[in-house]
């Protein structure tokens, strides 16, 4: 009997023993279950942030090894990363053209005078100016004024002396003045020192003499001369010229004016001829069938003009000239084949301002502007040669080559119209004394035209400009080089 008891409670203290060795062993190693129905052991959380660590170790380094395996890709700069966002390059302006430039430019500009007598054509580097002065000098011929700054070409000339009333605009520009020589007043203007300058006489190695001209009509300047002086002077910054307009709009009222001519004293004579699809002005001299080119085969033209009506006075008996360029008077622009009236004013050292008959500012179109001085008591004529175009074709009017005869009669035919001496448009001789009843408001030079001239406007001659026998082109030039100036109250400026 007791040993009965002895089995059973041994047998009892077996069981509970192992039921709490069980509990023991499920708490320690307890089993979750997957989604999938299959088992899966808890990470205990420290192991899991270690293996969290290695999997990022594995990927950084999975990522080095594919960037050592592109030994030819250079890193980007930190400004042309990809930041989602798209990279606006900033576009800088020229203050003088109102054109892109390459870079933003901190410097002093350049104003070069430029001789423009018969023997000094073709001249070289005008193409590459943002601006053009033309000035009347002795002897009835004209100088230009021209200004570069972002871009300065490998040769610019003839260079000439200075005058007192260019070294005043260039004043106006803070610029540094290339010439060679001046008249006695230039001088004791440009010993006030007011005005940076380089004279040839003094500092030759700024310009050449070419050898296919003689002197004084083949002193040349450049680039590869200045560039390297203006570089060590101290850098200027400049505020917008003009009002440039992004956008050109013509109005019903405006006046249309597509021919003009500028007769200067002393019989130099301009013109300029619009064209619509460039939107550009061609420069002539003399007679319309005498472009203005340069030595690359490049004819002048301009996107704006101005004429600048000054008062302008004999100065000395070799003809020296005094023009007043300060206070106002009276302008013309033209562009876009229209022309605006109005004035031009100009306070101390301040930019030459112009505006229209209303008061307002002249806007001007991005591009190369010539402003002609000229003096107040000469008439700039302008028109709309379209319109007589039309008229002409609706009357069937014009007056063609093979009845040239007929209309002008033998009489006229032999006697013709008298020739002109010399280069067109040019007054003879160097640069002397004007000629006497000159001296205080001399007449408005009346250029003559010769029969030579007139025939090479009608159909059939080879000698029209650009040698195009266009019909159009014909109506032009006849009624532009024989009709045109002799009619008094047709186109005249205001």
């Known amino acids: 009997m007791k040993k009965t008891c002895y089995t059973g409670m041994l047998l009892l203290l077996i069981v509970i023993l192992v039921a709490c060795s069980g509990a023991e062993n499920g708490s320690r190693d307890e089993q979750v279950i997957s989604g999938e129905g299959y088992p899966v052991e808890e990470l205990v959380p420290e192991l899991q942030e270690v293996q969290e660590t290695d999997d990022l170790n594995d990927e950084s380094e999975k990522g080095n090894q594919s960037e050592q395996s592109l030994p030819d890709e250079e890193a980007l700069p930190a400004d042309k990363l990809s930041t989602g966002t798209p990279v606006v390059e900033k576009i800088f302006y020229s203050p003088f053209t109102g054109e892109p430039v390459e ?187 005498t472009p203005h080119f340069l030595d690359n085969n490049k004819q002048l033209t301009a996107k704006n003009i101005i004429i600048q009506y000054t008062e302008t006075r004999l100065l000395d008996e070799v003809g020296r000239l005094e023009i007043e360029l300060e206070g106002s008077g009276k302008a013309l622009m033209f562009k876009d084949g229209i022309v605006i009236e109005g004035f031009w004013k100009k306070d101390g050292d301040s930019f030459t301002q112009f505006y229209n008959q209303q008061g307002e500012k002249l806007t001007f179109n991005p591009g190369q502007t010539w402003i002609h001085i000229v003096p107040s008591s000469i008439e700039v004529l302008y028109q709309d040669t379209s319109a007589i175009i039309e008229a002409e074709e609706d009357t069937e009017d014009y007056i063609g080559e093979e009845n040239l005869e007929e209309n002008m009669g033998e009489e006229d035919l032999e006697e013709g119209i008298p020739e002109q001496e010399g280069d067109p448009g040019q007054a003879d001789g160097p640069e002397v004394d004007r000629p006497a009843g000159q001296e205080d408001e001399p007449a408005v030079p009346v250029t003559t035209y010769t029969e030579e001239s007139i025939d090479s406007s009608l159909p059939g001659n080879e000698d029209i400009v650009n040698g195009n026998n266009d019909y159009e082109e014909d109506i032009i030039l006849d009624l532009l080089n024989s009709v045109f100036p002799y009619i008094e109250d047709v186109g005249k400026g205001a």
Not at 231 to 256: C, H, M, N, T, W
Request: charged content about 25%; proline content about 5%.
């Open 103 to 289: 870079d933003f430019y901190i410097r002093k500009a350049l104003m070069v005078i430029v001789e423009n007598s018969p023997q000094a054509r073709p001249q070289s580097g005008l193409d590459e100016a943002s601006i053009i002065y033309e000035f009347l000098v002795e002897g009835g011929i004209t100088r230009f004024l021209a200004l570069y700054w972002d871009k300065i070409p490998e040769k610019i000339g003839p260079v000439r002396s200075a005058r007192p009333y260019f070294i005043e605009t260039a004043r106006e520009y803070d610029a540094l003045l290339l010439h060679a020589g001046a008249s006695p007043e230039g001088f004791a203007m440009l010993a006030e020192g007011q005005l940076a300058h380089l004279d040839q006489i003094y500092n030759g190695q700024y310009y050449w003499r070419s050898s296919d001209r003689r002197a004084p009509h083949n002193l040349y300047t450049g680039s590869k001369r200045i560039e390297r002086y203006l570089d060590q002077l101290i850098g200027q910054e400049y505020s917008a010229r003009f009002d440039f307009q992004l956008v050109s709009f013509i109005k019903p009222d405006d006046k249309r004016a597509d021919f003009i001519k500028i007769p200067y004293w002393g019989g130099t004579t301009v013109f300029y001829r619009y064209n619509k699809e460039e939107n550009l002005y061609y420069r002539y001299y003399g007679f319309m069938e």
